[in-house]
């Protein structure tokens, strides 16, 4: 009752917010971190209530911290205590800010607050337990947060499936089978998932000892399921879209709160239900990272523990990598539009990602005649272009290459056997059903280089995609449509100057070429070098790419 006892005796404790808390009812105190609350009342071990400005409301204790205020001489005083809940993201101790408004208080009253604890004479603070027991308690916190935040997460995914998806399917006259899978996405598919999780989580948690539970091999378990997350947040801007025209029609808006109330559930609309996968697939590195911090090395789940974070950590990663790709499907649609005699299938019907760009001499086998071409490398395709011979900055469309059914190979320097000429800075791309082969000769070894390692990355990119089910679906490809159409019409197809993309990162240090290991070693080649700087155009397109040149 240390927190109660100095708030009942006319102290300030002020507590800082260490994690952004999105109200999910109406008596709830929203704040985000770094804001300071006035804790007003802390009788509950869970949550407090508080007060920032003229708001007040109920708070999560484990999400704030209470520590020193700045200095101010002789109306200060500062207690280190082991409080009631222990926060998240937080020190060893935990920390009150204390403002004695009178400056009367008493150093007895001070140790009659604390026993079985000592008085650190070096910053006048006082300490309540030993360190071990302060790491052990914070450990069980953390550990009955994240299990708290589970039980709560399957509750807003059953509602969800429960509440609105299924009622939604009832309304044939008001939805049809592409509207719900856009709004609600595989949000079923991540219900069983969670719900398979939470029951595995239960099962390794300790109720009398919360710090003594091993959940860290719970997420290596489940580790491939979280790819699920993957599907949903890309689509979730989609779902955004599509729930605001339909809330244009006061009918909608009256149905989806009448689904909330049918369902009992809290009030916060559709988008913020919707939302919470999104939230709670980010916020699980950093829950694991709490863990870790409170979890002793000598620990039977720290191992896991530590896992456990990296691959959490990659699975946010990889899903924000992809986030990005889809919000570049538009630009690539562009820049399709902007080739002449475009012929075939859409490059979005098999791609996503712009992998590599850039000039080289191109020799087909069957013509042994050296060409000189400008090529694109997406996921799953290879695409050949020619630069008109006035304006250089026009492209026309040549032919494409299918990367899933070649093989690149790197070529010896000197003469070839395959095309009876000699070759400098060259690789090859062989057919795996017959003996169709391209050999390409690049201007300099680091481009040549750059090239291997570019198609190196477009297989990893596509076993990626395939193990966590990535694609681009048919309503983003139409709305990257519409949106090539709208600046069409708009503006007119800009064919000299595409638009601009934040500049890659360049994977090689300069004077450090790597070839990787399933390639071979030791060949450097070379080819005829124009005389004509880049235009513009392939200066800004080729940003889009990874690879810098």
């Given at each position: 009752?240390t927190m109660?006892m ?7 404790v002020?507590?800082?917010?260490v994690?952004?808390?999105v109200?999910?009812a ?5 704040f985000?971190?770094g804001?300071v609350?006035?804790?007003?009342d802390a009788s509950?071990?869970d949550?407090w ?7 007040e ?9 209470v520590?020193p205020?700045p200095?101010?001489p002789?109306?200060?005083?500062v207690f ?28 007895a ?26 790491r ?7 550990i ?16 969800i ?8 399917r ?17 949000i079923?598919d ?10 595995d ?8 000892d919360?710090?003594?539970s091993e ?5 290596l378990?489940?580790q ?6 993957s599907?949903?947040c ?8 599509e ?6 029609d006061?009918r909608?808006?009256?149905f989806?709160e ?18 919470t996968p999104v939230q ?9 990272a ?7 090395q000598e620990?039977?789940?720290?191992r ?13 990663q ?5 986030k ?5 499907i538009?630009?690539i649609a562009q ?11 859409d490059i979005?019907?098999r ?10 001499s ?5 013509y ?6 400008v090529?694109?490398?997406f ?10 011979l006035i304006?250089r900055?026009?492209?026309y469309?040549?032919g ?7 093989d ?6 000197g003469r070839d056997?395959?095309?009876?000429v ?7 791309l062989c ?6 082969i391209?050999?390409?000769l690049?201007k300099?070894p680091e481009?040549?280089?750059r090239?291997l390692?570019a ?8 076993q990626?995609?395939e193990?966590i089910g990535f694609?681009?679906?048919?309503y ?6 519409m949106?090539v159409?709208k600046v ?6 800009n064919?000299?100057?595409?638009p601009?993309?934040p500049?890659p990162?360049d ?10 290991e ?9 080819f ?7 235009a ?14």
């Open positions: 009752m109660m100095l708030i009942s005796g006319g102290s300030i002020n507590a800082e917010a994690w952004d808390h109200t999910m109406d008596r709830e105190l929203a985000k971190a804001d609350i006035k804790v007003l509950n071990k949550w209530w508080g007060q920032i400005d003229e708001e409301g109920w708070f999560p204790a484990s999400f704030v911290r520590e205020h200095p101010q002789q109306t200060k005083q280190y205590i082991n409080p009631i809940a222990t926060p998240r993201f937080q020190n060893t101790t935990s920390k009150l800010w204390v403002n004695q408004e009178d400056g009367g208080a008493e150093p009253e001070r140790t009659s607050e604390v026993q079985n604890g000592h008085l650190d004479p070096t910053n006048d603070c006082l300490c309540l337990g030993s360190p071990l027991q302060n052990d308690q914070m450990r069980a916190n953390v009955n947060e994240i299990m708290s935040t589970e039980r709560h997460y399957i509750k807003h995914l059953k509602d499936c429960e509440g609105y998806l299924r009622q939604c009832k309304r044939v006259d008001m939805f049809n089978d592409d509207q719900l899978k856009v709004i609600f996405g595989n079923e991540i219900y069983r998932f969670q719900m398979g999780f939470v029951r989580l239960e099962k390794q948690y300790n109720t009398d919360p710090h003594l959940i860290g091999p719970c997420f378990e489940h491939d399921g979280f790819w699920i997350y599907e949903y890309n689509n979730h801007l989609d779902a955004c879209m729930l605001s025209k339909l809330m244009r006061g909608y808006q009256h989806f009448a689904c909330r109330l049918l369902q009992q559930m809290i009030d916060i609309a559709i988008d913020g239900f919707l939302l709670k697939i980010c916020k699980y590195p950093l829950q694991l709490e863990l870790l911090k409170y979890t002793a620990h039977s789940d720290y896991y523990v530590a896992a456990a974070l990296a691959v959490m950590r990659n699975v946010t990889q899903i924000n990598e992809r990005r790709r889809l919000e570049n538009d630009k820049w399709q539009a902007s080739v002449l005699d475009w012929e075939g299938d979005l019907d791609s996503s990602e712009l992998i590599y760009t850039g000039e080289l191109w020799i087909y086998q069957p042994g005649r050296s060409q000189q071409r090529f694109f490398l996921d799953h395709q290879l695409v050949l272009c020619k630069k008109d304006r900055d026009i492209l469309y040549k494409r290459i299918d990367m899933d059914r070649y690149v190979r790197d070529a010896i320097d056997d395959d095309f009876n000699s070759v400098k800075n060259a690789f090859k057919n795996k059903d017959s003996e169709e391209h050999i390409f690049a300099k481009e040549k280089i090239w390692r198609f190196h990355e477009e297989r990893k990119m596509v990626e995609d193990k694609e681009i679906s048919e983003q490809k139409r709305q990257a449509a949106t159409r069409t019409k708009q503006k007119g197809v064919r000299c100057t595409p601009s993309y500049p990162q994977p090689l240090s300069a004077g450090h070429y790597e070839v990787t399933d390639l071979a070693q030791g060949e450097v080649f070379e005829s070098q124009s005389k004509r700087g880049q513009p155009f392939w200066q800004n397109f080729s940003r889009l790419a990874p690879f810098k040149k």
